[in-house]
């Protein structure tokens, strides 16, 4: 084990640096990972970018990244299940395992939640991180650590779809097909989708959402109510989900959803409150649910992976070693037509 923590900090005003922090140690219960590769992910670069995301604001230096896998390198006291040398996905979002919502199974919704990565709660981006023994989810054998990385917001698909209640053959619309949107479009492929439209801008995200089994359709050239209206028979999709965090396109999924439908809103729009069509969702009957992160979802990310359902390779567009973390955060935010998914690498990537 090294003798240093290699750490990367986010202050207000938009700096990144890497410092040198002790190695932690482990609390009874816990286990010292020694981090392999981490995502950046897009509230990473909101708070980058913009200091804010929601509710959540920086305003002290503070460690960003959560889409993280590493190998244990120690357990704390008491700690049964897990072994030194295993290699793990990290579940950042840490519940209080007592009030009700945990108690019923949707300890996304704990009052008490501590997020890796929420400013003011340190994240991993950094060399070595302690978590608690139950939720660094084993990874199944042959999973690579960029693989392993990519569980974190696979697991936000997996739980969009649980939401949906996806039926067998129910057509699909994802809205927005960036790295969550991609990922959707393959969960719902795998939870027995008939059809998945995917509507987006950018043309390289739509050659990539076709390849990975959806129709394509691009909303710059196509007018999106009847584009999707004429590849459902004149019905709009059956489930749709909202997957681009913006106001348009959380204005628009009404519009291409069918009577009966269900909207799911995956993605935080750029606004507080987005002023919907209430006539027709009302006049549509239409359900809407939203997605907070995600409950239950690692296991099912990570045998959806292991097992090539859910392909996570081809959404990997740039890599970048720990040592760069600050130039992969200032490329990823300039570069938003050619970055897809960034992966953070502890170790230099290989050439080429």
């Not at 295993?86 to 209080?96: D, M, T, Y």
Request: contains cysteine.
């Amino acid at each position: 084990m090294a003798d240093i923590n290699r750490v990367l900090r986010l202050d207000a005003n938009h700096r990144l640096w890497l410092e040198e922090q002790p190695i932690p140690v482990p609390d009874a219960g816990e286990v010292l990972i020694r981090v392999r590769a981490n995502g950046i992910c897009g509230s990473d670069l909101h708070f980058f970018a913009r200091g804010t995301l929601g509710p959540y604001v920086v305003t002290e230096p503070y460690t960003p990244g959560h889409e993280a896998c590493g190998e244990i390198v120690a357990l704390g006291a008491g700690v049964t299940g897990r072994r030194v040398g295993e290699a793990v996905a990290i579940e950042p979002g840490i519940p209080c395992r007592r009030c009700r919502y945990c108690k019923m199974g949707r300890y996304n919704q704990c009052p008490d939640v501590r997020f890796l990565s929420v400013p003011g709660i340190d994240g991993t981006l950094r060399d070595y991180v302690t978590v608690p023994a139950d939720f660094a989810h084993p990874m199944p054998p042959g999973m690579s650590w960029e693989q392993g990385a990519c569980i974190e917001p696979v697991a936000v698909a997996v739980h969009a779809i649980n939401r949906a209640r996806l039926a067998l053959g129910a057509t699909v619309a994802v809205l927005g097909v960036g790295p969550i949107g991609l990922l959707t479009v393959q969960a719902a492929l795998a939870a027995g989708a008939g059809q998945v439209l995917a509507l987006d801008r950018q043309e390289m995200r739509l050659a990539l959402a076709r390849e990975l089994g959806a129709t394509p359709v691009h909303i710059a050239r196509e007018e999106p109510v009847q584009a999707v209206r004429a590849l459902t028979g004149g019905e709009g999709a059956d489930v749709t989900l909202e997957t681009a965090g913006h106001s348009s396109a959380t204005m628009l999924a009404p519009e291409i959803t069918a009577t009966a439908g269900v909207i799911v809103q995956v993605g935080w729009p750029e606004i507080e409150r987005v002023p919907y069509k209430i006539e027709t969702i009302l006049a549509k009957e239409l359900d809407l649910r939203g997605v907070n992160r995600y409950a239950n979802a690692f296991p099912p990310a990570l045998s959806l992976v292991g097992r090539g359902a859910i392909r996570v390779q081809p959404i990997i567009t740039h890599r970048f070693a720990l040592e760069d973390a600050p130039a992969a955060f200032a490329f990823a935010h300039a570069h938003p037509d050619q970055v897809i998914k960034v992966i953070v690498l502890n170790e230099k990537p290989p050439a080429g």
